[in-house]
């Protein structure tokens, strides 16, 4: 496969948060799931909220895919607007593997096996990369064509890089070194469950790391 050719297709959710629980507003932000293709088909990249399933088949139908064309589901941590559509897309892709970071899977509501991920594993094209501290088995996923996939270790609004709310990571330090790992990588793109991506995210996400240093 030509790596150079490969197309992502993102899959753009909405998530209303209550006032209080992520600040003293409602917040609206987008979820983003992501359809990485390979050789034998493609790689669901979570599943997003509950009960929005219709928005994964539409990207599929835009790419020229079906359900079944869906062989690996990899999931980058528990939280629900992550792995709330799991059973969803478990009943119409019924011979998908699912796949999460191995401290994860036990948070995980799941109608068939979860398989575990670990430091050094893969799947497909996408070597997994642990980056715990949002939750203790939050992964990053690393295409050998160079995209970070980075989950919720950092988002982007506005243009603007930055951490998830506190209230919602379980481990401030552990996932500050998380974030210093993912820069080491030096991707050539990043992509965000939360947001767009943005100009050289490597030297943002430095500056951001620098800015807490200082």
Excluded: Y
Excluded at 160 to 184: G, H, I, K, N, W
């Amino acid at each position: 496969m030509d790596h150079s050719q490969i197309r992502v297709e993102p899959v753009i959710q909405e998530l209303h948060i209550p006032a209080g629980l992520a600040g003293p507003v409602e917040l609206t932000m987008d979820v983003r799931c992501f359809l990485v293709p390979h050789t034998e088909g493609l790689l669901l990249i979570d599943t997003g909220l509950n009960g929005k399933a219709d928005a994964i088949g539409a990207a599929l139908d835009r790419v020229g895919a079906a359900w079944s064309d869906i062989t690996d589901v990899v999931l980058t941590h528990w939280h629900p607007d992550h792995v709330g559509g799991l059973g969803e897309v478990v009943e119409r892709s019924p011979s998908a593997a699912v796949w999460a970071g191995e401290a994860d899977v036990s948070q995980i509501p799941s109608a068939v096996p979860l398989r575990p991920l670990v430091e050094g594993g893969r799947v497909r094209d996408i070597q997994i990369v642990p980056t715990p501290g949002h939750t203790a088995g939050h992964i990053g996923l690393l295409h050998d064509d160079g995209m970070l996939f980075v989950g919720d270790a950092v988002g982007t609004a506005g243009g603007v890089m930055s951490r998830p709310p506190e209230q919602f990571t379980a481990d401030a330090a552990r996932a500050e070194e998380s974030l210093l790992r993912l820069s080491l990588l030096e991707p050539d793109r990043m992509l965000f469950s939360h947001g767009p991506e943005i100009p050289d995210p490597v030297g943002e996400l430095r500056r951001l790391l620098a800015v807490n240093e200082g």
